[in-house]
């Protein structure tokens, strides 16, 4: 044997660089499902079992290529952890290199590193050319700014990729005269709620995804979530699918309200290719091509493709890198000493409060929440609830089907809950219960009331939002984008504010019970 190909859980792509030279008649491939990738943070059955049919689809598309697939399944071989398996491997098959596509955890990574260490294999990692900015790309930009911000990274990638811009290269402007529609498209529903939500296309359950269905609610019985409304592609087949179905009946009108919430509107217009594109069934090359061909078309409008596009070459890429450029810190970070412990209805949503049962619900019966309800309630809460950053973090990996630590822990640790004090977020994303109301219906029929600061009606997101702004009142003041903040807070006679800190004290004392 040549070279054994590791392909990873999140490394489905038929073009990945692990095939470049690959010869059927001397490589094999190796996949692994192991335990320990369900259990090192306590992952939600449906993001388990949408790793595993999809992997298994995946190996049986490689066989019909004729390419020998070397796979250990959970059910038969039982690998404790991906080292396990890689090692049980390499000892019978005694490749002369490994080669895998550089992994999107550095746990996973480290690992595979080690374990070659240890047994004498040559290993070979190669870049991902999946993404449109590499690592080493990526660093050469950060190292020319002093602050590291994504919308000057994403006019670059639009400069680099010609994605909606106009002219001749050098002199090339973007689209409509505007980096940034974003003015366009932070609108409520109103109070009649959102009207004529279409639904997402149905991707029936074929024997593969069956078995994996039982296999997962039996071997991880205890775990978050259920698998019942499972319905994420776990074929490139069924991602192209879902990709041109949320090009054609989504995004016409993603844009205005891709921020709104409502209790009976888990999907809404989003696109719900996150999954697939993180598990690589889709390129982000295809998806940008796909939405600015509809605009070019004259399908949908310029700010509903300029902010969707925005999300993959702007925002996913960027993320990426700061990943790699900062993983261990974020891993370490915790700007604001928090420590309080993650409340335990994180995991099951039986809180009082209307806006974090019914998110939490929704997250637990698809592994899915749209990028606000992360950000603007699960993640806002965090933050000024107190909760240790890891924690958190943990929590996010956990329970969405489409989380990849590259993702995951930036997005969490950096963006939601300004862990890391503003290393690419130019302010902590916090609002009061005010900011719920107006952007969802979550604050009807709720126990609290989401303008009262204080006494038993007292809403936790208000009060935990004006206690927040008086524990960093200096920090806030002068910083551009929250001294409009701090002067609403100084509003507040000293009495009120003395009482906000003590109303705040007793629900941090008492988070579980909230």
Aim: glycine letters at 6%; a neutral charge; one cysteine or more.
């Amino acid at each position: 044997m040549r070279n054994l190909v590791l392909i990873l859980g999140d490394q489905l792509d038929f073009e990945s660089s692990a095939f470049d030279q690959f010869d059927v008649q001397q490589d094999k491939v190796v996949m692994i499902e192991a335990i320990e990738e369900s259990t090192h943070v306590w992952s939600h059955k449906a993001r388990t079992a949408l790793f595993l049919s999809a992997m298994r689809h995946f190996a049986d598309a490689l066989r019909k290529k004729k390419i020998r697939v070397l796979y250990r399944a959970l059910g038969a071989d039982n690998d404790a952890t991906l080292a396990h398996g890689l090692a049980a491997t390499i000892v019978a098959e005694r490749p002369q290199k490994l080669i895998v596509v550089e992994p999107g955890d550095r746990r996973v990574e480290a690992a595979i590193t080690q374990l070659c260490d240890t047994h004498a294999c040559p290993l070979a990692i190669r870049i991902d050319t999946h993404f449109l900015s590499s690592k080493a790309d990526f660093a050469r930009w950060a190292g020319k700014t002093k602050t590291l911000r994504m919308e000057f990274f994403y006019r670059d990638m639009r400069r680099k990729t010609g994605v909606l811009m106009e002219g001749h290269k050098d002199g090339a402007k973007p689209v409509g005269g505007e980096w940034n529609y974003d003015a366009k498209n932070r609108k409520s529903f109103g109070k009649g709620g959102p009207k004529d939500v279409p639904v997402p296309p149905v991707f029936a359950h074929d024997a593969i995804t069956k078995e994996v269905l039982a296999l997962v609610e039996s071997q991880f019985a205890s775990h978050p979530g259920t698998t019942a409304n499972f319905n994420w592609p776990v074929t490139r087949h069924e991602a192209l699918a879902a990709l041109d179905d949320f090009v054609v009946n989504r995004l016409p009108q993603f844009g205005p309200h891709q921020d709104a919430m409502w209790t009976t509107m888990p999907f809404g217009w989003h696109a719900l290719l996150s999954s697939s594109l993180n598990l690589k069934l889709i390129s982000p090359r295809e998806v940008v091509a796909k939405a600015e061909s509809a605009y070019r078309e004259g399908a949908i409008d310029l700010a509903s493709a300029e902010g969707f596009i925005r999300q993959i070459l702007g925002w996913r890429e960027f993320i990426r890198g700061v990943y790699f450029l900062d993983g261990d810190a974020l891993k370490r970070a915790n700007h604001f000493d928090h420590q309080n412990k993650l409340p335990d209805w994180y995991w099951t949503g039986n809180t009082q409060m209307n806006c974090m049962r019914h998110v939490i619900a929704q997250t637990m019966q698809y592994g899915y929440a749209h990028h606000i309800q992360r950000l603007m309630i699960t993640g806002m809460f965090g933050v000024t609830a107190e909760i240790l950053p890891q924690a958190l973090c943990d929590w996010y990996l956990a329970v969405y089907v489409d989380a990849v630590e590259w993702v995951e822990l930036p997005n969490t640790a950096g963006m939601a809950l300004f862990a890391n004090g503003g290393r690419f977020t130019s302010k902590p994303y916090v609002a009061s219960g005010a900011y719920v109301k107006r952007m969802s219906n979550y604050c009807s029929g709720c126990r609290y009331q989401p303008d009262v600061k204080t006494g038993a009606n007292a809403c936790p997101v208000t009060t935990l939002y004006w206690h927040f702004l008086d524990k960093h009142v200096e920090t806030f003041a002068h910083n551009p984008r929250t001294a409009l903040m701090v002067n609403n807070l100084l509003r507040l006679s000293d009495d009120e504010r003395a009482a906000i800190r003590v109303e705040a004290k007793r629900m941090l004392n008492n988070l579980d019970a909230l």
